[in-house]
């Protein structure tokens, strides 16, 4: 069977599997949704809150949308071919976070104890810098493999950035995490960079050693057990995970860092035994490190017993926080619809209002029904993820583009579960959505590099050449 067209017209033939079409008009048309929906929420709050749209309204509308229409630009003439759900759905959640963010901004109470006030246009200015880096990103890196190459160096790296903050002079501890560094006026989170360098560590890594990893000495209780001289990279990682914990006090960090190992370990291997060892080793590690670590301890006590520890905290009891059971107050004041945008009073979480818990704003003033759909659009950038993975070529790739959804989706989990009380609070902060630098301009840079897999994943293959003596399936490009 052949397929021919007139080379004059711009038309693309595909058949099969071989090519896809670029979809960068649907990415178009979802953006205009992606910048338009938080419009709208931007012009509710000022309306809930000052019987008047803003003032500042269309300077919002414009440079969101002007920021997202750079990021499609750029992707049209550099990723023709990538997912076009990706960019949409991170517009969308950060567009929402700067109203959450600006809506927190009037509060008086936060103003007070100087947490408020000028949040939203700073966080603009981070997403700019994010979506810069995204630019970067997709103009600069022609080809993800390319990174493969940095293996090592990624691993040197990114135990540079994770020890940075216990830098004497440098780090700054922050409410008992030591995982930020001061740099003249700005504070910077250089784990929120580690994860991604150590995804493009770990692929380059697993890629080599994962046939090693994958053989089995013997079989116990239905599980394939590695052999002990196969445990020794997961025990290092293993070991780091907790050093960081304990010198760090950053249980976030610590369980993203070695849960995003052991997913890309079982990817490479396919063997169950691996997560099996993972979750036993990580919770073992976490029960250890709460026994002597106070900061930690603390965390668990605010989860087992919320109500206690804010009872305490009004006590002025040195070392509790009244948190916990603020935002699960949050939670059931919103109920199923909410409260409504701007009428709610998540401002009494104070310091972290805008950071840690801004979950809660979204869960009392869009209820149950708003928390859903925005967890249902970060299962779709998860989902988006993976299925670029399925789709890439090469096992770099695939590694890089799973362990790249699996640290978001990690990060979701336990920023989202900490805060709805499921496990205990990490500090994390909850990607695109939260108040912090650090955090938005990390996630375009992983939104970037999915980006520059899936269009290499899905990029039509080269039409083949004529040959008159058979019959051969061509694919005709413009």
């Known amino acids: 069977m052949s397929s021919t067209t007139n080379p004059s017209t711009h038309h693309t033939s595909t058949i099969g599997a071989i090519g896809a079409p670029s979809r960068r008009n649907t990415e178009l048309a979802l953006l205009v949704f992606a910048v338009l929906i938080p419009v709208f929420a931007y012009a509710n709050v000022g309306l809930a809150i000052n ?3 803003p003032a500042g309204l269309l300077s919002y509308g414009l440079g969101l949308g002007l920021l997202a229409g750079v990021g499609h630009l750029v ?4 990723a023709p071919y990538s997912d076009p759900l990706l960019l949409p759905l991170a517009t969308l959640l950060n567009g929402l976070g700067l109203v959450a963010i600006w809506r927190l901004d009037q509060s008086e109470l936060l ?5 408020a006030g000028n949040a939203a246009p700073r966080q603009l200015i981070y997403t700019a810098m994010g979506i810069a880096l995204f630019v970067a990103v997709l103009v600069f890196l022609k080809d993800h493999r390319v990174l493969q190459r940095y293996t090592y160096i990624s691993m040197v790296g990114a135990l540079f950035l994770l020890l940075l903050p216990l830098v004497p002079g440098l780090g700054k501890n922050i409410y008992g995490a030591k995982i930020w560094i001061q740099v003249g006026s700005f504070s910077i989170q250089p784990g929120e960079f580690a994860k991604i360098v150590l995804a493009i560590f770990f692929a380059g890594y697993l890629m080599v050693k994962r046939d090693a990893l994958a053989l089995a000495s013997r079989r116990f209780m239905g599980l394939y057990l590695p052999r002990g001289r196969d445990l020794g990279p ?15 006090t950053d249980l976030g960090t610590s369980l993203l860092f070695f849960g995003m190992f052991v997913i890309m370990l079982y990817v490479a291997t396919e063997r169950t035994s691996w997560i099996v060892f993972g979750m036993l080793m990580s919770a073992v590690g976490a029960v250890g490190v709460a026994t002597f670590e106070p900061h930690i301890q603390q965390r668990v006590d605010a989860w087992l017993d919320p109500m206690r520890e804010f009872a305490l905290s009004r006590a002025n009891q040195v070392g509790h926080s009244e948190q916990a059971m603020q935002a699960l107050w949050a939670f059931g004041s919103g109920g199923t619809l909410g409260t409504g945008w701007g009428q709610g009073h998540s401002e009494l979480i104070r310091f972290a209002a805008n950071s840690d818990f801004i979950l809660a704003t979204f869960g009392e003033e869009l209820g149950l029904a708003g928390l859903m759909a925005l967890l249902l659009l970060y299962a779709l950038i998860v989902e988006r993820g993976v299925r670029t993975a399925l789709a890439a070529r090469d096992p770099f790739g695939k590694l890089l583009a799973i362990g790249l959804s699996g640290a978001f989706a990690l990060q979701v989990f336990v920023v989202a579960g900490g805060v709805m009380g499921l496990i205990p609070l990490t500090g994390m902060t909850m990607p695109f959505l939260a108040y912090g630098g650090s955090s938005v301009i990390a996630n ?19 039409a083949a050449p004529a040959n008159p003596d058979a019959e051969m399936t061509q694919v005709v490009r413009p």
């Open 51 to 53: 019987d008047e749209v």
């Open 75 to 78: 992707v049209r003439r550099f």
């Open 111 to 115: 103003q007070s104890i100087d947490q």
């Open 234 to 248: 997961i025990l290092v990682v293993w070991i780091v995970s907790i050093l960081i914990l304990v010198f760090e």
């Open 444 to 462: 375009w840079a992983l939104i970037g590099i999915l980006l520059r897999i899936s269009d290499t994943a899905r990029r039509p293959a080269p």
